[in-house]
Structures are given as structure tokens and as C-alpha cells.
């Protein structure tokens, strides 16, 4: 590996321009991270990515490097793009058991973190690094929100979080598991307790329904239910997967790795949302793509589906053709995440979209004064890294907020 990554690094044109960074949805300075990888200064490479990106270890494993950095890289017209990812991986891994526990001292005031997704633990590093003091309130035992219950280990080991988790902890974030805001304590609790700012990473977590008869059935799940702990479903050695996005992607892969001998993935257009790399993955897995399939029913002994009726963009604009059932022991839905309501449902003065998606300003900040929102619950299902770039405009807007305050 260290061979394979310096001669990445020996192959940087450090270019003046680097298109690399533009493709970089947090602006990663990766030339600079190259020449100070190939000075072999890498306690400094490792401080500068995570100042700019404290989730850089997780985007260097789970970011569509094909779309973003990699993607970019002006030796793609020679089809040699430099591949980043790899160097930042080993460099943020290195760095993040070293990492000092530099902190200003405390300012007196403390905000709340509202969830432990990404966004929520890049507003928790920044905020502690300024000197604030953070409380982060978590619905689940373990930290890492979607990183945490989404993705699955084979793509992202959790010991990873766990380090993390440590990190947090070293500068004085203060972590409360097991608490459902909106349901156990309230935002408004949060001010009564003298917290200066909040802020709202909540993400999506409910799944989106089809709407079909059959849904209730014993033999259907939903993805990310399911993804969240595989070992407690008993899915038999069919599976058919309605949706291929990444999710999709992540579900049928898990199966394979879950008993599953034949997994058939079903989609109402011809095109698969997911990205290139995804796919090719869950293909070489073994599972089976078949598209315009319109899912009609669902039954005990599996789904039935009609041919859809595609427009000239390959989308579906009807269905044609007889009912077909398709036989598996299990059908998991995997099309669609959107947030709960709970806090919306119970806090004064926070507004939301027609989506369920909380409205926020060019800071962050909600309908509702003090309190901020970023990542998933503000976009709906996007990535970690855009979870990242939008958390870091919160936390922003926040220590503003907390200084005027
Ligand atoms: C299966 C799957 C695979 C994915 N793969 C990739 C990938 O390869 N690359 C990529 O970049 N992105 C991927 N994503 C998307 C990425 O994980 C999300 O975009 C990102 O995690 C969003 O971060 P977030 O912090 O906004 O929310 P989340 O990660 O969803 O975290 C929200 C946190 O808030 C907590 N919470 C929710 N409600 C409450 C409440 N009321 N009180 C207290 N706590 C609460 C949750 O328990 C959770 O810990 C994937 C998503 C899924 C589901
Ligand atoms: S954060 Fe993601 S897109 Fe940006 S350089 Fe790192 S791996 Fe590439």
C-alpha cells in the first residue's frame, strides 16, 4: 500500500488550478496534502485535512471519488487520474489516533448536538476546537448516525467510530446516548438548561413506503431497518430488492453476506440511481438487476410486478402486460429515506417542507432563533461529505450566533 500511495503522490502535477479540489464538495487542498506527504510531514497533512474536514478518514473510504476528487483530476485526459483518496486515507487514518487534543480554552458557553451523524460530529469538533462547550443527545447506543446503522462494516469498519467517538471525548465533548429528542426531552428544555445554541443533525431515517397492498406481509423489510442489524431477520435464500440506489445496493450486498443465494433487484425505469462503482460491486457480488419492473403487490410467496411503460428519458409513465410473480422468500424496499417528525412536531417555531425537510437561512440557521440544522434532515438522502460541507456553514453560523448572544 505505502509503495502503491507514494507513487500516486510522485504522479501529482501539482497543479496550479487543481481541478481535484473544485471536484471536492469540501474543498480539500489536496495538492498541498500531496507535497507535504512526499516531505513525509504527515502529522501536519493529517491536522490540515481534518481543520477542514474532520470526517476526512470516512470520505476517503466512502466518498464516489469517481464523481468528486478522482473524478476531477486533470490526468483524466490521459485516463491516470491521481488517486487522492488512497493517500488521505492513509494519512487521515495515522492522524486520527494521533491527533493532539488542542482546544481554546472554555468561553462559557455550550451548545447541543442533536444526532451523530457526520453533521453532527464535524459541528461537535469544530465548536469544541473553538472553545465551546457541546453536549451531543443521540437516539441510538452508538455514535456515527447512517455511518453507524447504514453502511455496512465491509465498506466502512465501525472501529473506525469508535476511534472517533474517542477523539470527541478527549476535547470534552460530553455524549448522551439513548435520548429521543422531541420525545424523551424537548428543545426548549435544551434553553431552559442554559444551552446557548443548538443544533439539528438528525437526518432520514424513515422509510418511504410504497403504498401497495402487502406491505404489512411477515416476508417484507425495509432497507435501512434492515441494514441497521442484519443478524435479526431471517430472509431465507431469495431476496428480491425493490430500488437500486445506493442503499439498494448496500441491502443486496448485506444479503449476500446473510444467507441470500439469489439476490434480484428491481427498478421502474431503465436507469439504476446508484453510483458506477456501487453497482459494479453488488454485481460482482452476484445480484441481479432487472429493469422497468412496476412493483404492483406484494404477497406471501413474493412480489408480482407489470412491465412499466417508459417515456423517451426511460422514465415510467405507466405500467403494460399481465401481473408476473417473481417467487422469493423475502422482499426488502429500498427507494427512498425522509426524517422523522418529532422535533418538528414538538418544537415552537421550527418550520419544515412540504418533505418533512427543515427550512434553514444562508447560516444554518432554522425558523426557529438559535437553533441550526445541516446534512441529511435539511437535503434529504445525500452523502457524507455534503453532510460535511453543510455542517461546517452550521458551525459557523452558530459561534456567530453564540458570540452576538
Ligand atoms: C445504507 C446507506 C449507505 C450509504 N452510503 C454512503 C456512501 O457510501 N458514501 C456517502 O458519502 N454517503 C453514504 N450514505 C449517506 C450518508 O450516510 C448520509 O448522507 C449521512 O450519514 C448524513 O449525515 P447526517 O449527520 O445528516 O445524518 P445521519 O447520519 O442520519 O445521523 C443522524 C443521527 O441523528 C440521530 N437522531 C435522529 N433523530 C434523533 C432524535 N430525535 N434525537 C436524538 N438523536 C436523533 C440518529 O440516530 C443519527 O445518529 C449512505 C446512507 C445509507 C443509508
Ligand atoms: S473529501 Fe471526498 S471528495 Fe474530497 S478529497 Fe476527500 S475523498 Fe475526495
Redesign the pocket.
Known sequence: MALHIVSEANRCLQCKKPLCQQGCPVHTPIPQMIALFKEKRMMEAGKALFANNPMSL??AI???HEAQCTGHCVLNHKGQPVHFYEIEEFVSDAYLDRMTADRKPWNGKTAAV?????????VAFILAWNGYGVTI????DR??????????DF??PKSILDRYKQRLLDIGVRIRPH??????LMIDNLFRDGYSAVFV?????RPTTLGIEGETLANVHF??SY?ARPISYTIGETVAVIGMG??AM??ARTAFRHGARRVMMFQRGNKSPA?EH?RQYAQLDGAEFFFGKSIQRITPKGPVFRNSVLNEQGRPVGVEGEEELVPADTVII?IN?GP?D??VNTTHGLEATERGLLKVDENNMTTRAGVFA?????HG???????VE??KRAAAGMMRYMENG
Not at 114 to 122: C, E, L, Q, V, Y
Not at 201 to 205: D, H, I, L
Open positions: 470516512v470520505c466512502v466518498c464516489d442533536i444526532g451523530s451523524g457526520p453533521a453532527g460530529m464535524t443527545f443521540e437516539e441510538k455514535i456515527g448516525g447512517m455511518l453507524q446503522y447504514g453502511i455496512p465498506r466502512l435520548v429521543v429528542m422531541g420525545g424523551d443533525g438528525t437526518g432520514v431515517w432497507g435501512i441494514l445506493n442503499v448496500d441491502v453510483s456501487e429500498a429515506q422523522k418529532k422535533l445541516a446534512g441529511d434532515v435539511v438522502s445525500l452523502t457524507v461529505v455534503h453532510a453543510d455542517a
